[in-house]
């Protein structure tokens, strides 16, 4: 499958820069279509073809769509980024239907049409449910952020009737250098501030940078598989222990809890529905059809992201 070409949006956040340099350096024709193409050039490796797009039309790139092997969709206004406005909402939830939607119209205007589709998308779409254990086939939650996740994953629906296999990728906490959730979750320990967040009894459903771009890359490559798939490791834990063992890991105590209020004062609803909520997940049908995880469990991809020996 090497030269066949692999379109990416969000091509320069995270995971989409993680996953550039995974499809480049396996010998794909990567396009990564962005709002600043100049600058996602200065931010990606050499070699890869930028694209301007402004995120809600296929004007300018609907052609790079013609005859390629696969679209990944992750284009998104950012979830944790300030506090969740109005105006915050209402840009959260149209930054990505409106990909989405220019995503259907690219394969449609495309002549041969991509073989392949992944629709990003988050394990917020179950909500918070306690102790619950979630697969993929477990009912939407409630709440804005499950209803933002349910109508993301709506948005490139119709490609599957077009002729395009889709493959829908409910991730949860990627944790990775750069990027991410890593680097909320280190600094307070490095400042002897670490503790739980709440009751700290809440699941932590997570996955490896490595194991995410490997699980996307898998689903790209593999004909035939479609539908919804959790991206989360094997074994989550609460989030009392996951503190437990970043103390472990940086030499640091877990003992300043941070009070649920706290949280809600600083963070409003988003608190609710993130920080404070969980969601014990897990990855049956990837590891149904032989996935195999690098970091399974969360004392090993800690380790190897502190690079403990």
Same mark, same amino acid.
């Given at each position: 499958?090497?030269?066949?070409?692999?379109?990416?949006?969000? $091509?320069?956040?995270?995971?989409?820069?993680?996953? !550039? =340099?995974?499809?480049?350096? @396996?010998?794909? /024709? +990567?396009?990564? #279509?962005?709002?600043?193409?100049?600058?996602?050039?200065?931010?990606?490796?050499?070699?890869?073809?930028?694209?301007?797009?402004?995120?809600?039309?296929?004007?300018?790139?609907?052609?790079?769509?013609?005859?390629?092997?696969?679209?990944?969709?992750?284009?998104?206004?950012?979830?944790?980024?300030?506090?969740?406005?109005?105006?915050?909402?209402?840009?959260?939830?149209?930054?990505?239907?409106?990909?989405?939607?220019?995503?259907?119209?690219?394969?449609?205007?495309?002549?041969?049409?991509?073989?392949?589709?992944?629709?990003?998308?988050?394990?917020?779409?179950?909500?918070?449910?306690?102790?619950?254990?979630?697969?993929?086939?477990?009912? $939407?939650?409630?709440?804005?952020?499950?209803?933002? !996740? =349910?109508?993301?994953?709506? @948005?490139?629906? /119709? +490609?599957?009737? #077009?002729?395009?296999?889709?493959?829908?990728?409910?991730?949860?906490?990627?944790?990775?250098?750069?990027?991410?959730?890593?680097?909320?979750?280190?600094?307070?320990?490095?400042?002897?501030?670490?503790?739980?967040?709440?009751?700290?009894?809440?699941?932590?459903?997570?996955?490896?940078?490595?194991?995410?771009?490997?699980?996307?890359?898998?689903?790209?490559?593999?004909?035939?598989?479609?539908?919804?798939?959790?991206?989360?490791?094997?074994?989550?834990?609460?989030?009392?222990?996951?503190?437990?063992?970043?103390?472990?890991?940086?030499?640091?105590?877990?003992?300043?809890?941070?009070?649920?209020?706290?949280?809600?004062?600083?963070?409003?609803?988003?608190?609710?529905?993130?920080?404070?909520?969980?969601?014990?997940?897990?990855?049956?049908?990837?590891?149904?059809?032989?996935?195999?995880?690098?970091?399974?469990?969360?004392?090993?991809?800690?380790?190897?992201?502190?690079?403990?020996?």
């Amino acid at each position: 499958m090497a030269g066949e070409r692999v379109l990416i949006t969000g $091509a320069s956040g995270f995971i989409g820069s993680a996953l !550039v =340099r995974e499809f480049a350096a @396996s010998g794909y /024709e +990567v396009v990564a #279509l962005s709002r600043d193409p100049v600058s996602a050039r200065g931010r990606l490796p050499a070699g890869i073809v930028t694209a301007a797009w402004d995120g809600r039309t296929i004007e300018g790139w609907a052609h790079l769509a013609d005859g390629a092997f696969a679209v990944i969709n992750l284009a998104g206004d950012s979830l944790a980024e300030g506090r969740w406005t109005r105006v915050k909402k209402a840009r959260i939830l149209r930054s990505r239907t409106d990909a989405g939607a220019a995503v259907v119209g690219a394969v449609k205007a495309a002549r041969t049409k991509p073989r392949v589709v992944i629709q990003a998308s988050a394990i917020g779409f179950y909500g918070g449910r306690g102790d619950e254990e979630l697969d993929e086939n477990s009912a $939407a939650g409630q709440g804005f952020l499950a209803d933002v !996740v =349910r109508m993301w994953e709506g @948005s490139t629906r /119709e +490609v599957e009737s #077009l002729g395009a296999r889709r493959a829908v990728v409910r991730s949860g906490l990627v944790l990775g250098k750069g990027g991410g959730v890593w680097p909320r979750l280190v600094m307070p320990f490095r400042f002897f501030a670490g503790g739980p967040l709440g009751s700290g009894r809440q699941w932590f459903s997570w996955i490896s940078l490595e194991d995410e771009v490997r699980a996307v890359r898998f689903l790209v490559e593999r004909e035939g598989l479609g539908g919804t798939f959790n991206l989360t490791a094997p074994r989550p834990l609460r989030q009392k222990d996951l503190c437990r063992v970043l103390g472990r890991a940086l030499k640091r105590p877990c003992w300043l809890p941070v009070p649920a209020f706290v949280l809600r004062a600083f963070f409003g609803e988003k608190a609710g529905e993130t920080l404070l909520a969980g969601q014990r997940v897990a990855p049956r049908r990837l590891l149904a059809e032989g996935f195999e995880f690098l970091r399974r469990d969360a004392p090993a991809a800690v380790a190897a992201l502190l690079d403990v020996r």
